[in-house]
């Protein structure tokens, strides 16, 4: 059975009335038989069935053991971090999503949990950063925004032959597969101990929800986990999960066109005179195409690129002349969007940290919704015009001041 028909299949019709679309059980608890007897469910922040259902949805996608969900991506990052204790260090990729840094460096620091970012598309140096200390490896990939690609096999093989000073001696790999998705990637499947979402992006696919989500390998660690989310309480509500799973129902389709749209999207680019560099896996360029192209099924919706002229202004005067492309911080929808990671995503990280991560001034990020493919080109292609009709006007002014 294909990918497809069988999550479409997986979402379960209700048992008591015969509804195709899974109720969302909108209570805060539920009426128990006596102290302690129930019908699987006390308290909706412990557990609720339409939360079960999605939760139980993520984990098959992924192949793995349990699936947990959470108030919003930053709470499920909170979450695996919460697994360590003071004193454990995580090694983390260098172009790490912002929220993710913030988190790591303003508050978990002052707990004793120490970060050390490396380039991890590059497997020694992860060999290299690992310490008796180290109780975490977490890699994106694709990162945001520059999307390099990290072998999860190959840090996987780092991470199960090092033994850690932890508990149980174990170095955990997370995933962060916001980016790839399910349906183009299984990071558990090639290794790797947790994968985290921002279901808020293509999960979702709709721009109308916040949520994140957790899915462990193993059974004992999706407990901790599921322990966690009960305990902390940053849990996702009934509706949103269900918006949630209606989203989920439409990912395989929607992640080929924009997948699709992508590709051209950075051929275009690559051939246009004020563009410098152009960030996609599914280009042959790409240094990271082969691995990409070695563990997934594609090489998803985002498309990165700097422009010759490095600076804010510039990156500023594209971002506000597109007209499909909306500004706006997030990604994954249906709609075109387009942001500034300098002023927007990346803005927490320090401006020096940020550019020696490649995350530089002029570099801006697309994230290609489901419109058809020519007209998105030809908003670029007007918005990329005019910076190069500025930048020649501004050559012809100088000219004549030194003549």
Request: some cysteine.
């Amino acid at each position: 059975m294909q990918a497809t028909t069988q999550l479409i299949h997986s979402i379960p019709v209700d048992p008591l009335t015969g509804a195709i679309s899974v109720p969302i059980y909108q209570t805060s608890t539920f009426v128990q038989d006596a102290p302690g007897v129930n019908k699987g469910y006390d308290y909706a922040r412990t557990g609720n069935p339409t939360r079960a259902t999605l939760e139980g949805l993520v984990a098959q996608l992924e192949g793995g053991s349990t699936g947990v969900a959470f108030a919003s991506g930053l709470a499920a990052i909170d979450a695996v971090v919460k697994l360590l204790q003071s004193g454990d260090e995580i090694i983390a990729c260098d172009d790490i999503y912002g929220g993710a840094f913030r988190l790591f460096e303003q508050v978990y620091k002052k707990f004793g949990i120490t970060v050390h970012y490396v380039d991890t598309s590059n497997p020694e140096a992860v060999f290299q950063a690992l310490t008796p200390k180290t109780r975490l490896i977490w890699i994106e990939t694709p990162t945001n925004p520059t999307l390099k690609i990290t072998d999860i096999r190959a840090v996987s093989k780092i991470a199960k032959a090092h033994k850690a000073g932890g508990s149980d001696g174990r170095v955990l790999l997370c995933v962060d597969n916001t980016f790839a998705t399910p349906a183009l990637q299984q990071p558990l499947l090639l290794g790797a101990d947790l994968v985290v979402h921002s279901g808020t992006k293509y999960l979702g696919g709709h721009s109308d929800l916040i949520a994140g989500l957790v899915v462990t390998a193993d059974a004992e660690l999706g407990q901790q986990v599921k322990f966690l989310q009960n305990a902390s309480g940053a849990i996702l509500g009934p509706f949103d999960s269900w918006l949630l799973i209606r989203g989920i129902e439409t990912l395989h389709l929607r992640i080929r066109q924009h997948s699709a749209s992508a590709r051209a999207i950075a051929a275009f680019l690559e051939g246009h005179p004020v563009v410098d560099k152009v960030y996609y896996p599914g280009l042959p360029t790409h240094p990271g195409h082969l691995v990409a192209a070695g563990q997934s099924k594609g090489f998803g919706g985002i498309v990165s690129f700097s422009l010759k002229e490095d600076s804010i202004e510039a990156a500023t005067a594209f971002v506000t002349s597109t007209e499909l492309f909306k500004l706006a911080e997030s990604l994954g929808g249906i709609k075109s969007l387009v942001s500034h990671p300098a002023q927007m995503t990346h803005k927490t990280i320090p401006a020096e940290k940020r550019r020696a991560a490649g995350v530089v001034d002029g570099l801006i990020r697309l994230s290609t919704g489901l419109e058809d493919t020519e007209d998105l080109i030809a908003d670029l292609r007007q918005a990329l015009d005019r910076l190069e009709l500025k930048a020649e006007k501004a050559e012809k002014k100088e000219e004549k001041v030194y003549a």
